[in-house]
């Protein structure tokens, strides 16, 4: 991004930002991402476009900052001394709540934007990258047989497969079943076995 989200924003630069991102969410929720245009964005932010391009490289970049507003909210820290099985459960339990709490907002996105459409591939490969990193900090894996990078990409494929079932395609599987499918194709992978999670 653009922005550096490493420092504190002032209060015009918050303002600012919330402005861009509100704007953005509102027009996803209304039409596709591929006629959303940054005229467009900056006309109902009651901003002019130098402002936006002080913040953003594109419409791109701004996106990029709403993933991160919406992946923000996952949080798992406290969960850090528990077994890998059990983080795996509550970083799936926290991932499916911002569906949830947000599916009047997803659910706009998903129905002006077609699953295989670039904006939906943009979101996915975000979550994934935050799956990544979550799997790398607080996952324990020891199998000298399988790449660790592999075993990540394995791990965030399937709980967005998962995720994209439930929410996406409609399909009814409930939050025990979600956990049990998550567990048969990821859990065995990691150090502590289904059984340690007491």
Wanted: net charge negative; proline share 4%; hydrophobic share 40%.
């Amino acid at each position: 991004m653009k922005y550096d989200l490493s420092k504190k924003p002032t209060r015009g630069a918050q303002r600012t930002l919330e402005a861009f991102s509100k704007t953005m969410f509102a027009l996803l929720a209304k039409k596709s991402f591929e006629t959303i245009s940054v005229n467009e964005i900056c006309e109902i932010s009651n901003f002019p476009r130098a402002t936006f391009y002080n913040y953003f490289d594109d419409k791109y970049d701004l996106l990029t900052y709403c993933w991160y507003l919406l992946s923000h909210e996952v949080k798992i820290e406290e969960t850090s001394s528990n077994s890998s099985q059990k983080i795996l459960t509550v970083f799936f339990d926290r991932v499916y709540d911002l569906f949830m709490d947000h599916s009047e907002l997803l659910n706009g996105i998903f129905r002006n934007n077609p699953i295989n459409s670039p904006l939906i591939n943009n979101f996915s490969a975000y979550l994934k990258q935050i799956m990544q990193e979550i799997f790398y900090e607080y996952l324990d894996f020891d199998n000298k047989n399988v790449p660790l990078q592999l075993v990540a990409d394995h791990f965030s494929n399937t709980v967005m497969l998962i995720l994209e079932a439930i929410f996406l395609k409609q399909q009814p599987i409930s939050l025990e079943q979600a956990h049990e499918y998550m567990h048969y194709l990821v859990g065995h992978l990691l150090v502590d076995s289904p059984s340690d999670e007491g």
